[in-house]
């Protein structure tokens, strides 16, 4: 146990030395700990937000147009219908309800502000399929989709930029010069998974979109969602098959279409934020072991430099053995406290990621303790070559270094 | 204080040799010497400069390996023994006074005094006690606290001498322990060194070129050239 306090002491014997040779592991374990946190505070965020979007929904979206046997990328073609969005609706037992959906990009007026946003078109049943709730107000029903009516349901965001405090239900808004009334405000959602902002938009009727705006007839996309997420498999299967009789695509046919469940996208991310992850902390620990390698070249100085000490302990009595654990020690003490330091400050930097910039990035307690744990080991390993050599000195020219 | 006297220990060198391996050529320090010191003499190793007299004390404490030949300390072979029981047996057997004290720097004269007691694992109470009367007895029981850089050569050596005896060794091996000494410094730690062995009757081994030094030990040998001068 002496030897440990010997140890100790000759750290603090060289208080400015011992903190600047820590230093290197109290970065290191700061940057693996705060980089693992950010990775995780990824994954958080990415998984939530698909969380948000329904674990049970099904994306239907048209294939790729072949133009002159190229392909011009996914989701271009326009082979889906209303009557498509209809029959998945009613056809497939495990879809509990479907909604055919366009969207565009359009320039919005209201008596005294202007704003460019997106015009999604949308069935009815839209709202309850991506499960989303109205702030004030209501939703165009049946009525208004069969009349293609003008009514808009505005974003949060989209609101609050045409109306300002003002009362937006009732009002009438421009869209391409034509007048739409506002029946309903969604309620704030945020960010899609997609980067999109979800409350910069507005709702009109899809066929009101499809007639009167872009005079088509196709849709973009049906959203599908399953009775329950354990059934995603089962209505993704129904669906595609009738789509494909619906299209009367032949077996062993190219689909014109594709079926994404949002359960694999959360797949797909996860895997990816995993990746991310391991990606930081390798690079983090490898300034922990730029911060070990520092604790071997200054055990190796300080050795040299204590020759002469080391001789006259071995002359009174110090085994070799007692000498390795002096030495020993001190390494090990130097990345544990170094690393205890940087555990600290790693843990402080990820509460002002947190309240600073609003990540969502978890505190890895476990990981902390464990990167700790590695960088004490670090030090002993790092530490063992210098501690081995200083017990190897022979008594008598050691006595005689200068 | 405990007296703690105990019957010094013999020291045997049998026709031992040491080569120096100095940039590839091998040079003779020691040609064969044979030489016996008896339990509790005081005796005095003189030559000049690089006759081999330093060596020869190095041999006999076990900081250092016999080329060819043996050293024994009653009657057993000890320069065989492994490098961690030789030093056990330096600091149970053994203390060390050296021309330029060698006390460890940046600690106090206390903990250098009870260095050697730590390394046989003394309890600190009992330890810390034991370092006191030993300052104490040297005449610097007020400068316990005081680093080794704070004290003069004399002082120095005090405190070295304490390091030497606070484990009761039987054998007591000085060298040059006034080369680096004022006159007055140096007669003054002489008589300490004369003092102490007379107390404990443990071995004492005074190297030296000065025959003026060596006139205190009660034998003298003279080395020359890596060999024992006939008397």
């Known amino acids: 146990m002496f030897l440990v306090s010997l140890g100790l002491r000759a750290l603090l014997r060289n208080p400015y030395r011992s903190i600047l040779t820590s230093l290197g592991i109290v970065i290191g374990v700061l940057s693996v700990i705060v980089l693992v946190s950010i990775g995780l505070g990824a994954k958080a965020l990415v998984l939530q937000s698909i969380q948000n979007l329904g674990p049970n929904l099904l994306v239907v979206i048209p294939g790729s147009v072949t133009d002159s046997g190229a392909q011009v990328g996914g989701g271009t073609d326009t082979t889906l219908t209303l009557e498509d969005a209809q029959a998945i609706r009613h056809d497939c037992p495990d879809v509990w309800n479907a909604s055919g959906a366009l969207r565009t990009a359009a320039q919005v007026q209201s008596s005294h502000a202007n704003w460019s946003t997106v015009i999604l078109g949308a069935e009815p049943n839209y709202l309850p399929v991506r499960d989303w709730h109205l702030a004030r107000g209501g939703f165009f029903g049946a009525e208004e989709e069969a009349s293609a009516a003008r009514v808009a349901v505005l974003g949060h965001l989209v609101a609050s930029r045409l109306f300002g405090l003002e009362d937006p239900l009732g009002k009438f808004i421009q869209i391409n010069h034509s007048p739409f009334r506002v029946i309903g405000i969604l309620s704030s959602k945020g960010q899609s998974p997609m980067g999109m902002n979800q409350d910069d938009m507005v709702v009109i009727p899809l066929s009101t979109l499809q007639s009167q705006i872009m005079g088509v007839t196709y849709v973009g996309v049906i959203l599908a969602a399953a009775q329950s997420p354990d059934r995603v498999d089962d209505a993704r299967r129904e669906i595609r098959d009738l789509l494909l009789l619906r299209h009367h695509i032949p077996a062993g046919g190219r689909p014109d279409f594709d079926i994404q469940a949002l359960s694999d996208i959360a797949k797909t991310a996860n895997r990816l934020s995993l990746i991310l992850t391991l990606l930081l902390a390798l690079i983090a620990s490898i300034s922990l072991i730029v911060g070990g390698i520092g604790i071997l070249n200054i055990m190796l100085v300080s050795v040299r430099e204590r020759t002469r000490e080391i001789g006259i302990r071995m002359a009174i009595g110090a085994r070799p053995r007692d000498i390795l654990v002096q030495f020993l020690t001190e390494s090990a003490a130097l990345s544990f406290f170094g690393g205890i330091a940087g555990g600290i400050l790693g843990i402080l930097s990820i509460l002002g990621l947190r309240s600073f910039l609003g990540w969502p990035a978890p505190i890895p307690w476990e990981g902390s303790l464990l990167t700790v744990a590695g960088a004490t080991i670090l030090g002993i390993l790092f530490g063992l070559y210098p501690a081995w050599r200083a017990s190897r000195l022979d008594p008598m020219e050691a006595l005689r270094y200068e | ?231």
């Open chain 2, 1 to 231: 204080m405990q007296e703690d006297v105990r019957p010094g220990l013999s020291v045997r060198l049998d026709a031992v040799t040491k080569l120096y391996n100095v940039a590839g050529d091998e040079l003779p320090a020691i040609r064969g010497v044979t030489l016996s010191f008896d339990k509790g003499e005081a005796l005095a190793l003189v030559g000049s400069s690089g006759s081999g007299k330093s060596t020869l004390l190095h041999l006999s404490g076990l900081l250092d390996r016999p080329t060819t030949g043996a050293v024994y300390y009653e009657n057993r072979r000890v320069d065989s023994l492994s490098p961690s029981d030789r030093a056990i047996l330096r600091n149970r057997s053994v203390g060390f006074v050296f021309q330029n004290f060698q006390l460890i720097p940046r600690t106090t004269a206390l903990e250098n005094v009870e260095m050697p007691l730590l390394y046989r694992g003394v309890p600190s109470r009992e330890r810390r006690e034991r370092a006191r009367e030993l300052l104490l007895s040297v005449g610097m029981g007020d400068r316990e606290r005081h680093y080794s850089s704070q004290l003069s050569g004399g002082q120095q050596q005090r405190v070295a001498i304490a390091r030497a005896l606070v484990a009761s060794p039987g054998l007591l091996l000085a060298d040059e322990p006034t080369g680096n000494l004022d006159s007055r410094s140096a007669v003054s730690v002489l008589e300490l060194l004369m003092k102490a062995q007379e107390r404990t009757r443990m071995t004492l081994v005074l190297v030296t070129h000065d025959p003026e030094v060596a006139r205190f030990a009660s034998r003298t040998v003279r080395v020359r050239d890596g060999l024992l001068e006939k008397a």
